[in-house]
């Protein structure tokens, strides 16, 4: 079993910048992709960036490709998604999630943290 925590979301205008956190537990996250996806109300869940565990191999989605950087720390067992340039179609519930393999797909993502507000305002 893994849990997951997200932090760091929060209000910020457009142009700027925030660092998501996911802290991992449980499970064996040597195996584990984590995966970042976002919501915005109304709309379905957004597959954004995931990042292999053991290789540190990642994988974006088009729309963030370029502004947004995902990261992992072996030693805090914690996976970060670097946001900047940020518009105001970024506000959105963001959440971490992992599973076994990289893919853009959420069906693929077995475990989900609880989500972290992201308002990006004009």
């Known amino acids: 079993q893994v849990q997951l925590v997200e932090s760091g979301g929060g209000l910020v205008q457009a142009g700027g910048s925030l660092k998501l956190s996911c802290a991992a537990s449980g499970g064996t996250l040597r195996t584990r992709v984590l995966g970042w996806f976002r919501q915005a109300p109304g709309k379905a869940r957004e597959f954004l960036a995931d990042i292999g565990w053991s290789d540190g191999s990642t994988n974006y989605a088009d729309s963030v490709k370029g502004r947004f950087t995902i990261s992992g720390d072996n030693t805090k067992n914690t996976v970060y998604l670097q946001m900047n340039s940020l518009k105001t179609e970024d506000t959105a519930v963001y959440f971490c999630?992992?599973?076994?393999?990289?893919?853009?797909?959420?069906?693929?993502?077995?475990?989900w943290g609880q989500g972290t507000q992201v308002t990006v305002s004009s």
């Open positions: 999630a992992a599973g076994p393999l990289l893919s853009s797909f959420r069906s693929q993502y077995t475990y």
